[in-house]
């Protein structure tokens, strides 16, 4: 039944992808056909459309370099592709309000195949440099301070400071270079304790290996420790090879586990819900992980993907932390993932919990964010 479900999402996957490209192609056709041989358009077209699957087609640690190639291509294609399908649907809106209420000037009609491509380089440029504006605010990563009362009169300590943060996806987009600035700003914040709330590999784990980046882990200095959970990317690339490879640098992974920090606050680490999606393993209820935490103590939860919250309000968790959403990561995505999460981003209080979906620090797909930041997340939390 499982992998019924997953044939059916990766077709429908595929059917949509195959759409928005035919439709960009189209419409770049109409525009260039008069300018560029069909073989040499249609040639790069398919080049550019099949590239990120094609990166997915090229095993061993031999032919790294050629997926990595594929990779860089096929990631920025699908940035470009989404500028390209919002940019043309917005044109296509304005050409069907020409039909009902004429506004195009007489040059554009006068000479339609020229203004097709003045459109065309036009949308071009400004998809360039959307493009490019992404990819740097994609590597600008922020610090977001947060101050947090939790006041339990059972915690030894009176305060902790805590770094979070989620979507890491290592891999060949994600390298060395950007995980090495995020561990430098996380040691810089001194953190007490440092939780990552899921998605620190991207989905093969094999260019993680090859790189060896998990090493680099060994490298946060943190009084506690560094905690983590799984995310759905995890298990997509195979959660308990993860799991494992990364644990080997002291990264602690709480699946369905409580740990009590120094007598002072419980640290309650949720698989990630697609492990019942990939596996044969149901997670733990909040409640069924609750009896392993005493509530006179501050409990703070991680949970990859932000979904039903009145869960864990229902069970009195003082905090939860997630991820997950990238908030969109491209404009205008973060409409639709305000639609689906009740908090896409950002801190929300609800009854006596308080919850901060974070927008991640690394990327999916293209290295590119537009309306939606980078971040690392700095709480401060006071304990009495």
């Known amino acids: 039944m499982k992998k019924l479900q997953f044939i059916i999402f990766v077709t429908i996957i595929l059917i949509v992808y195959s759409s928005v490209n035919f439709y960009i192609f189209i419409r770049g056709h109409q525009a260039i056909s008069e300018f560029v041989p069909d073989s040499i358009y249609c040639s790069f077209f398919a080049f550019l459309s099949v590239s990120y699957i094609l990166s997915r087609c090229f095993p061993g640690r031999s032919l790294f370099f050629f997926r990595k190639i594929f990779a860089w291509i096929g990631s920025y294609w699908l940035g470009f592709m989404s500028c390209f399908f919002f940019i043309l649907l917005f044109i296509d809106l304005l050409r069907l309000i020409n039909v009902v209420f004429p506004f195009y000037p007489a040059f554009m009609i006068e000479h339609y195949q020229q203004a097709k491509l003045y459109t065309l380089i036009s949308v071009l440029g400004f998809s360039f440099l959307i493009i490019i504006a992404g990819t740097i605010n994609a590597f600008v990563i922020r610090i977001k301070k947060i101050q947090i009362q939790i006041p339990k009169k059972s915690a030894k300590l009176d305060h902790i400071n805590i770094v979070a943060l989620s979507d890491l996806h290592l891999g060949i987009i994600m390298n060395r270079i950007q995980l090495k600035r995020v561990i430098k700003k996380i040691n810089a914040l001194q953190p007490d304790i440092v939780l990552i709330a899921g998605d620190i590999i991207d989905e093969s784990l094999a260019p993680v ?171 401060q939390v006071s304990l009495k």
């Open 209 to 379: 290996i090859w790189k060896d980046l998990g090493k680099m882990f060994l490298e946060i200095k943190s009084r506690y420790g560094v905690y983590a959970v799984t995310g759905n990317h995890e298990f997509i690339g195979g959660a308990e090879s993860a799991v494992e490879y990364i644990s080997r640098y002291g990264v602690k992974f709480l699946r369905d586990e409580v740990v009590l920090i120094d007598n002072s606050l419980y640290i309650i680490g949720r698989e990630d819900r697609d492990v019942n999606r990939f596996t044969k393993i149901r997670r733990k209820q909040i409640s069924e992980l609750m009896i392993s935490a005493d509530s006179s103590f501050p409990t703070i939860l991680l949970d990859h993907q932000p979904f039903d919250l009145n869960e864990t309000v229902k069970n009195r968790i003082d905090l939860q932390i997630s991820g997950h959403t990238h908030h969109g990561q491209m404009f205008p995505f973060n409409l639709i993932t305000k639609k689906i999460f009740e908090v896409s981003k950002g801190y929300k209080k609800i009854g006596d919990t308080q919850f901060y979906v974070s927008s991640g620090v690394g990327t999916w797909g293209p290295p590119v964010r537009i309306g939606s930041k980078a971040e690392i997340l700095h709480f």
